[in-house]
């Protein structure tokens, strides 16, 4: 068995909580013991009879699938997919640029992969994927060239925001499975932006989730991110960008921003029929 559907990412875009959605309806199996496989990137040399072992059990179900966030990003990812599963159905989400590239700061900084101290004024200027990344239509692009358009599924997270369960019921039937199923997983609050309390329980933090992924624990996991005791204990709760000092981003920077970002989000208006007038700087929370 292969995957019938693949999360492409990018990340931080509630895959997570997709990824358990799945997990609850009845009629999907996932990739077994964990969230990403990241084989078509990081583990492509182990080959195909190594990515099969993850769907191991898979038979009799409706749909099977994996979600990999970093698959958005790479170029050579379309064309491995085709080669491995071309019949495959893929999903992305997309995300306010502005947003999604605060929420990936904070993660890489509870993560302890920034260097201390840096602002994410700072972090732009130093690392370019921080931009990049967020080059939504060159990303889509790469996966459309390779792709039947009816193969793709773009989503918006500000629909998730808006409405759940029509976000999910989507979905659901782009991979054919019972659009009418309702999961408690989706009506969940995301998670509000925090940071580590220390730099030691973030390190801490982020070595006991890599254990327990690498266990193959992630309901664990997962019931310990969405403790409160835990969370309070870990992290705490920051400002929004514009009373941060770390956050903060000059008008400056915005209007940069805006500017690089302006023909990737009309491409992907045009491509899509939707308008997304506030993705043109950061939301008002930050």
């Not at 059990?57 to 990812?77: C, L, M, N, Q, W």
């Amino acid at each position: 068995m292969l995957p019938t559907f693949i999360g492409i990412g990018p990340g931080r875009t509630a895959t997570t909580m997709l990824y358990e959605l799945f997990r609850e309806h009845p009629e999907i199996f996932m990739a077994a013991g964990t969230k990403e496989t990241n084989f078509f990137d990081r583990n492509w040399d182990k080959g195909q009879g190594w990515y099969a072992r993850f769907f191991d059990g898979a038979a009799g179900y409706k749909a099977v699938g994996e979600i990999s966030t970093t698959y958005f990003y790479d170029p050579h990812i379309p064309a491995r997919i085709k080669e491995v599963v071309p019949n495959a159905h893929l999903f992305t989400c997309l995300r306010n640029p502005f947003d999604r590239m605060r929420s990936v700061f904070l993660y890489r900084q509870r993560a302890g992969n920034l260097p201390a101290g840096v602002t994410m004024e700072k972090a732009i200027a130093q690392l370019p994927e921080f931009i990049t990344d967020n080059n939504y239509y060159d990303h889509l692009q790469d996966f459309l060239a390779c792709f039947n358009p009816n193969q793709i599924l773009i989503q918006f997270y500000d629909d998730l925001l808006a409405d759940p369960y029509g976000f999910a019921a989507e979905l659901f039937r782009f991979i054919g499975v019972d659009d009418s199923f309702q999961s408690q997983t989706v009506r969940e609050r995301i998670n509000p932006a925090a940071v580590p309390r220390s730099k030691l329980t973030g390190a801490a933090a982020a070595a006991a989730s890599r254990t327990l992924r690498s266990l193959g624990l992630l309901r664990v996991l997962t019931a310990l991110k969405r403790s409160t005791l835990v969370r309070k204990a870990v992290l705490q709760q920051i400002s929004s960008s514009a009373e941060n000092p770390v956050l903060h981003l000059s008008e400056t920077t915005i209007a940069r921003l805006s500017d690089i970002w302006e023909p990737q989000l009309q491409a992907v208006e045009r491509l899509c029929g939707r308008s997304f007038p506030s993705w043109r700087r950061p939301s008002v929370s930050g």
